[in-house]
């Protein structure tokens, strides 16, 4: 899935070692306003062993940034719960252009029924 707009909050790394070594997470939420009631999507990065940086110290996206996110929705269930998470696998800056062009593409009126 893919999605686009501001970077709206950026939380500190999370470090942890597990059984397959280090690890880092970072948490991003996103606001993309596309409509009269903006969607915000809560988004994580959580990389280990040689990408961990990328969730580190190459971490280069603050507040207020227009970027681009490429992600995956997981649902993982442990010991009866159910959790679910948006995964980050690729975000890069955009121009403020290219999220205009993104909002200003109309609904079609096509519809199947």
Avoid at 7 to 22: D, P, R, W
Avoid at 43 to 65: N, R, T, V, W
Wanted: charged share 30%.
């Amino acid at each position: 899935m893919e999605i686009k707009g501001k970077i709206k909050h950026v939380s500190e790394v999370v470090e942890g070692e597990g059984k397959n070594g280090a690890w880092a997470k970072r948490t991003i939420v996103i606001t993309e306003d596309v409509s009269e009631h903006p969607n915000e999507l809560v988004l994580s990065m959580f990389k280990s062993g040689e990408h961990i940086d990328y969730a580190k110290d190459k971490f280069s996206y603050a507040i207020g940034d227009l970027v681009s996110i490429e992600y995956n929705t997981r649902a993982n269930e442990y010991q009866g719960k159910w959790y679910g998470d948006n995964s980050i696998w690729k975000i890069e800056k955009v121009s403020g252009e290219a999220v205009a062009q993104t909002q200003k593409q109309e609904p079609s009126d096509d519809l199947p029924f």
